[in-house]
């Protein structure tokens, strides 16, 4: 953590609002990957991180110590998450609600086919599965940059490496990316899948 930061979040626990979004803007990519790597779904990881950032303003009065931000946030989305999927664990429990036939019949259908559809959550669940076992050093790199867009300045930035590391990094991350889906595409084939 930069002493910039460790600023930011001493003026934030003062209760200044500024300094807390600047924190959320230096932070809120990294925090998004991690989410969407636990969770395998772009609108679910937005929305945990929200409420992340959410919890996080309400109770970073009791962050000790400014130079652990980072990995006090980190247990504030992963507590979040857990909460997440507890309530959406007790909501599958109820019984769900029952559609008129005549309403579902008028519905029309311009998304895809529900096979359409689980063909591509197979795909992005593979992917996942394959980044998940992945070295972190190759992961975190290629989550931020691939799957929450961020630019090679802001990566740099979070994960402290320079600019020529970071694209050494993701470039032996695809490549090991790549040849880790080619070798379960190939399995996958060989089991007649």
Not at 148 to 164: E, K, P, V, W
Not at 177 to 186: D, F, I, P, S, T
């Amino acid at each position: 953590m930069t002493d910039a930061e460790e600023s930011l979040v001493r003026r934030a626990q003062s209760g200044d609002r500024g300094a807390f979004e600047e924190l959320v803007r230096h932070t809120s990519r990294l925090i998004f990957a991690r989410l969407y790597m636990e969770t395998g779904s772009r609108d679910r990881a937005e929305d945990l991180v929200q409420e992340t950032y959410l919890v996080a303003f309400r109770s970073i009065g009791q962050l000790a110590d400014a130079r652990t931000f980072r990995s006090w946030l980190f247990t504030v989305a992963q507590t979040v998450a857990i909460d997440a999927a507890r309530r959406e664990l007790r909501k599958k429990r109820a019984a769900p609600p029952r559609a008129d036939a005549e309403v579902l019949d008028r519905v029309a259908g311009g998304s895809p086919t529900p096979a359409e559809e689980v063909e591509r959550k197979e795909a992005r669940g593979r992917v996942l599965a394959i980044l998940r076992s992945m070295p972190e050093e190759y992961r975190l790199p290629l989550m931020l940059r691939y799957l929450g867009g961020a630019d090679y300045g802001t990566i740099s930035m979070q994960l402290g490496l320079s600019n020529g590391t970071l694209r050494g990094v993701l470039h032996r991350g695809l490549e090991l990316l790549r040849g880790e889906m080619k070798r379960a595409a190939v399995a996958s084939e060989a089991l007649g899948g």
